[in-house]
């Protein structure tokens, strides 16, 4: 510990000691055990003690009946746990009996302050942190703390989730602290030979699980599910062969008592490497679980079961059935095809899966959303089951979309139930569509293809599909458009995919003037996809130009709502790239169409939103790198403007965009890419020293090296990081440059360096103005970029995180917090 903490430590001590002063708030105080945890796990708990009494003293002082704060309270538990994790300080600490009056009756745990749940989280803490020392379940068993294994137990059901979670996993560990050592060299030990305390535990366990309260089998149950899933030593073997008969009992109560946790515990058990092999009669367990809880319950469970990496075929077939029994029930009610209904239909329990559907509609609508998630979750995994039923998923999907808009037509009372509890309900609808752009992996027939691109053009034609619906419908549309075969020998659009853009084009204009900006902002997401996937497609732009869409999408860059405007700026950026941009002379601009490149220029300098000055941004660094041709005229000129509007920009990322379009510039000008590290040594094939030069020159005139100087010391550390970077690379490519003689001395490289030195300071008033290429070399040179990459590597209140100042700050808030106390943090 530095000599000025050591100082500091003593009054802060008091100070926590004494009920009358203002106590430091947690975050202080958690920063405080942080400090001393690095202490301690690098030299000796006993020594910080012996050296600083004061500690020592806080932790007597404890004891004292007196009106201590819960928060100092609950960091002296968990600091003496902590100091005591070292034998030779838990040794000093017991000669005192401090601990046991600590842990025990003595302390905390018999007085009024046990109400408060962050004294019982301490305490619980506290021994977490002492488990760490080789005497500590001969500490558990003493006397006067041989009832904190019962303190632990009740502080399962604790008010508190924090202290309850805490304390089951606290049970946990000393489960399986007791049986690691009496378990080595014994794997066939069984429950009647093992210690004490872990025999404890289980009868706890098994005495939890024959209640009738579900709180406590919920208990047993999570206490179980942590063990299997954190300890895979043999003696979970015999554990679960004891305790597996009573989570079978579980399974003949009706209703299934706490079913999401025994849920948990049998994939736990499942994932375990030491019980999935055994024959421990778990594959029937988890067979008897699957007919026993209701679609619902059963849900999870199924899908658990078909991720595992290995499981009888038997039981996988049982559970994808599960799992498909609500799409089984939905293409049973709307009187499908045969043959879509026999390839779902593998258990012949529908008429259950009906009868559990269509009680409610919260029910039915619970029970489709997470079968629907489940299987979006299940189809891109490779041990999805195989053959995978792609056509009737798709057709219970689409049918699903059509009892959601009113469209289908049900046959059976039981599909109009259906059709009643899920007419118009978009959480339905928007699982439905997720799945349905999932499934666009696959293939299915021709017939339900045309099914999906038909119920799709409904729900975005729809005027009831609401904003969030329509974005799904969007997403879903994309991906199956991507999905569409190509003609053979063709580059173009195959032939229904064309007939469907011609049917949804005429619906985009309806979309874009839509009095709601989010359905706006979501077909203009859709449009810059379709024209960065499909913009070179004679099919597509031809359908588009006949359309109202660019126009429209030109008009948008002046939406009232800057996220409408963003995306505006990105859709325009992709139809002027692919030659799509068509606007018609107006009065306003009589000679034709106003330059695009000065519009974006015009948001970027002046619109009062930040995204849409981020999208401008964005454009012109693609324009750059494609060399679009209203960049490609005059490039010089362009990047000299794009970086002096930049360089004023209040927003940080529209000055690292910034600098990412004067990298690209720079790439090309020197006429070499970047390599990953943006600041990589090149291999030395640079150019002769003269046409380095004359590259550099280019540079010079757009004060790109003026732009990036600046942005080395801005207040934003991810853009000085990044123009830190540039000049790196920048001077990595000129690493074999040689000047004229003296370059590195003339008047010039003094007077920047001294420039650069003001705007460290904060003064940036002064612009640098053109600079010569050698003079751009010897100041990048002479700059210790590495030192400053590294400075801006470090954490921003490295300065303030020091021990030092968190004492000074603990210790200045005394007397000043008063009532209002306050976060110094």
Not at 168 to 194: K, M, N, R
Not at 200 to 221: D, Y
Not at 318 to 326: E, M, S, T
Not at 662 to 683: I, K, M, N
């Amino acid at each position: 510990m530095d000599p000025e903490c050591s100082q500091l430590l003593p009054a802060l001590c008091s100070v926590l000691a004494d009920p009358r002063q203002p106590v430091a708030d947690d975050t202080c105080l958690e920063k405080l055990l942080d400090w001393f945890k690095t202490i301690t796990e690098a030299g000796s708990s006993l020594l910080l003690l012996q050296e600083n009494p004061c500690l020592l003293g806080l932790l007597c002082h404890v004891l004292k009946p007196q009106d201590l704060s819960p928060r100092v309270l609950a960091f002296s538990l968990r600091l003496a746990g902590m100091l005591a994790a070292q034998e030779d300080c838990f040794q000093y600490l017991q000669q005192g009996e401090l601990l046991p009056r600590l842990f025990g009756e003595a302390g905390p745990l018999g007085g009024a302050a046990w109400t408060a749940p962050s004294v019982r989280s301490g305490w619980i803490q506290g021994l977490r942190s002492l488990a760490a020392e080789p005497r500590f379940l001969l500490f558990l068993s003493l006397s006067p703390t041989p009832g904190a294994v019962d303190t632990i137990f009740s502080l399962q059901g604790d008010s508190s989730l924090f202290v309850a979670s805490a304390a089951g996993q606290l049970l946990v560990h000393i489960l399986g602290l007791s049986l690691q050592g009496a378990a080595e060299g014994h794997p066939g030990l069984q429950t009647g030979d093992w210690p004490v305390c872990a025999q404890k535990i289980v009868s706890h366990i098994e005495e939890s699980l024959r209640s009738a309260a579900t709180p406590q089998i919920t208990q047993a149950l999570n206490v179980l599910t942590t063990t299997f899933g954190h300890c895979h030593d043999p003696w979970t073997q015999v554990l679960w062969v004891r305790l597996s008969p009573l989570v079978a009992c579980l399974l003949e109560k009706d209703p299934v008592p706490a079913a999401h946790s025994l849920v948990d515990l049998l994939l736990s058990v499942a994932r375990s490497p030491v019980l999935s092999s055994s024959s421990c009669g778990l594959w029937e367990t988890l067979a008897q679980t699957l007919s026993h809880l209701s679609p619902t319950q059963a849900g999870p469970l199924a899908l658990g079961i078909l991720k595992l990496q290995e499981c009888p075929q038997a039981l996988r077939a049982q559970a994808f059935a599960v799992l498909l029994q609500p799409l089984t029930c939905v293409l049973e009610a709307t009187a499908q095809a045969p043959g879509l209904l026999d390839s779902l239909d593998g258990t012949g329990g529908a008429s259950v899966t009906v009868d559990t559907l269509l009680p409610s509609k919260a029910a039915c609508v619970g029970l489709l959303c997470r079968t629907l998630a489940h299987l979006e979750l299940l189809q891109p995994l490779p041990q999805r089951p195989s053959p995978w039923p792609q056509a009737p998923l798709l057709g219970a999907t689409v049918t699903i979309l059509r009892l959601c808009s009113g469209s289908a037509t049900p046959t059976s009372d039981a599909g109009g139930h259906l059709c009643a509890f899920l007419v118009g309900c978009v959480r339905v609808q928007r699982a439905a569509l997720d799945f349905l752009g999932t499934l666009s992996q696959g293939t299915g027939p021709r017939e339900l293809v045309t099914q999906v691109f038909a119920v799709l053009l409904e729900y975005l034609t729809s005027p009831d599909s609401s904003p969030t619906v329509l974005k799904k419908a969007f997403q879903a549309t994309f991906r199956w458009l991507q999905s569409s075969p190509e003609t053979p020998g063709c580059s173009d659009l195959d032939p229904h995919t064309q007939l469907f853009l011609r049917e949804l084009l005429p619906v985009l204009p309806k979309r874009l003037c839509s009095p709601c900006w989010e359905v706006r902002d979501s077909g203009l997401e859709f449009l810059t996809q379709m024209i960065g996937h499909w913009g070179g497609q004679a099919g597509f732009r031809h359908a588009l130009l006949a359309s109202e869409v660019p126009e429209l999408t030109e008009q948008l860059l002046r939406d009232p709502e800057s996220y409408v405007r963003a995306s505006a700026v990105a859709a325009m950026g992709q139809l002027s790239s692919q030659g799509l941009r068509v606007t018609p002379a107006s009065p306003e601009h009589p000679g034709g169409q106003q330059s695009l490149l000065a519009e974006l220029l015009h948001i970027l300098s002046t619109d009062s939103e930040g995204f849409p000055r981020r999208a401008v941004m964005h454009v012109f660094t693609q324009w750059l790198r494609d060399g679009h041709a209203d960049v490609a005229g005059d490039t010089e000129r362009f990047v000299a403007r794009v970086l002096q509007v930049a360089s004023q920009d209040l927003d940080w990322e529209v000055r690292a965009q910034g600098l990412e379009l004067a990298l690209v510039f720079l790439e090309q000008t020197l006429g070499r890419p970047s390599s990953h590290c943006p600041y990589a040594v090149t291999p030395p094939v640079a150019a002769p020293p003269s046409p380095l030069a004359q590259a550099l020159r280019p540079l010079c005139r757009v004060q790109l090296f003026e732009f990036a100087f600046r942005a080395l010391f801005d207040c934003d550390r991810p853009v000085a990081q990044k123009s830190c970077d540039l000049l790196l690379f920048l001077r990595a490519q000129t690493a074999s440059y040689s000047g004229p003689q003296g370059s590195g001395s003339v008047p010039e490289v003094a007077s920047v360096e001294a420039a650069l030195q003001r705007w460290q300071a904060g003064d940036q008033g002064q612009p640098l103005g053109y600079l010569e290429p050698e003079v751009v070399v010897a100041v990048l040179r002479s700059m210790d970029l590495e030192g400053l990459r590294g400075v801006l590597a470090e954490s921003s209140d490295r300065v303030e995180k020091s021990p030092q100042s968190l004492l000074q700050d603990m210790l200045a808030t005394v007397g000043a917090l008063g009532e209002d106390e306050a976060d110094c943090y």
